[in-house]
């Protein structure tokens, strides 16, 4: 059922339990779909939102920055907060409630002592890099979605791990949810949109435009192959050394290992690097992309080359 696209609105804020439960409550009549993010919002989110407000009777927004997920490494008080712009962008979009609450309603006996775990697909691309965070994502989205009571959960695909994982946590543990992918939303020059692109100096934005020309660069040359996307991308971040790279990688979309050469099908193109003071991610567009059938000869020999090549994956 389709329902109403944009209808401004002022939005109810909630910033106890009690208060979601109270405006939750009044929600009567109709499905409800919950969108959620750690403010500082953006395009990106509002495209979220406008595709939950199409599809869903009402519309939660929670705005929640979870220390949970933030490594000591990282510095949580850096994280923009533009409350008041963030409710204008909720009332624009049609949103029913916000929920906003401190770390103390959410976890009101201090770090929770049980944690979801996010297993191996935690531990890998993002979450090598940042020990713990997918655990701490998968708790705090755990616990807001029985907070909300949502029928449906919307996220963006530029963070394809995180939605890989989501989705692996509904199914697993039953949650009564459809968890529901949004395309990324980009600026004009292609840029993925992220509430981190505010660390970004003029010339930091300039060299992170390497990180959506790399995927494009890999994607253009599908059809010949899991090498040839590998290389193609990989010269992009060669020609702009100011990026760093975590890790530029060609994976199974839904066990995030390898892909080998002989792979024909669906495969995910993603990328993790450092531009001046700011890590960024991102990902092919759409969901996935098709690489090609790999040429005849030995298949053990095209294994082996591809392994030697993906010993090169972290640039």
Known sequence: MTHRTSIPTVPTVARSRDELQRARAALTVGDVAVVMTMGALHDGHA?????????????IVTIFLNPLQFAPTEDLSRYPRTFDSDIEICSAAGVDIVFAP???????????????????LGAVLEGHSRA?????????VGKLLHLTGADRAYYGQKDAQQLLLIRRM?????????????PTVREADGLAMSSRNTYLTAFDRETALCLSRALRAGAAVAAEGPSAVRRAARSVFVEEPLA?????VL?????LEDVPECHRGEALLAVAAKVGTTRLIDKHDPAAITVGQCPNGNASERADDDRHGDDERLL
Do not use: K, M, N
């Not at 006996?109 to 775990?117: A, C, K, L, Q």
């Open 244 to 248: 760093q790279v975590d890790y530029l």
């Open 47 to 59: 495209a979220l939102i406008r595709t939950a407000r199409a599809a869903a009777r009402h519309v």
């Open 102 to 120: 401190t770390p103390d309603v959410v976890y009101p006996d201090g770090d929770p002592g049980v944690t979801v775990s996010a297993g191996p």
């Open 132 to 140: 713990g965070h997918f655990d701490g994502v998968l708790t705090v």
């Open 251 to 255: 994976v199974h979309p839904e066990t």
């Open 170 to 182: 509904a199914r697993d543990l039953d949650f009564p949810v459809e968890v529901v992918a949004v």
